[in-house]
């Protein structure tokens, strides 16, 4: 004997729902994609790529031409920072951090912080006079920021620095770019 209960509930179903009438669909076309759609879906991927690319290159042209229209900016006093001794800071409309060596008594120079290779932020070796990176053991020349050692190709921006009555002045980029 069928279950009455059972038997209402297949008759339901065996009914077509009230929004299958509203939104005939087509189960079999369902995974059909055309060629006309395929091409507009890829259309659509790549313009969304170039626009990704696009958007990336603006940014960083338009913070490069930030830093050459720099304003000068004071580092640090020369009596705060002692000779063989790093002072890291941060261009403060770049939100870029660099790192201030005072190499002797008039000697000062400045870097870039984050490696060449992948950005990590380097440190100051004093006993060696490198700028070391813990990431992958890269390694730069204190004095000139060249690569020693390491996986980095390219030496570290270096800053111009400018030693004034009243302190240590970031005033533009000598070499490389900090972005
Ligand atoms: S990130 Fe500096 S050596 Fe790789």
Redesign the pocket.
């Known amino acids: 004997m069928t279950d009455p209960i059972e038997k209402r509930l297949k008759d339901q179903y065996r009914q077509v729902p009230k929004w299958a009438e509203d939104f005939p669909l087509d189960q079999n076309r369902d995974t059909h994609v055309s060629r006309r759609d395929f091409i507009r879906y890829l259309s659509l991927v790549s313009l969304g790529f170039f626009a990704g690319t696009a958007g990336v290159w603006v940014k960083s042209w338009v913070k490069s031409q930030q830093i050459h229209h720099y304003a000068p900016m004071k580092i640090v006093d020369q009596e705060d920072l002692q000779i063989g001794e790093a002072y890291v800071f941060e261009i403060p409309h770049l939100r870029e951090p660099a790192i201030l060596l005072r190499l002797g008594p008039e000697e000062f120079v400045a870097f870039g912080q984050k490696?060449t290779?992948?950005?990590?932020p380097v440190i100051w070796k004093k006993t060696e006079k490198i700028l070391f990176?813990p990431?992958?053991?890269?390694a730069f020349d204190g004095t000139t920021g060249n690569v020693l050692y390491?996986?980095?190709e390219r030496a570290l921006p270096k800053l111009k620095i400018e030693l004034r009555s009243d302190g240590v002045y970031f005033v533009g980029m000598e070499r490389g770019d900090l972005v």
């Open positions: 490696c290779h992948l950005q990590c990176c990431c992958h053991k890269g390491g996986p980095p």
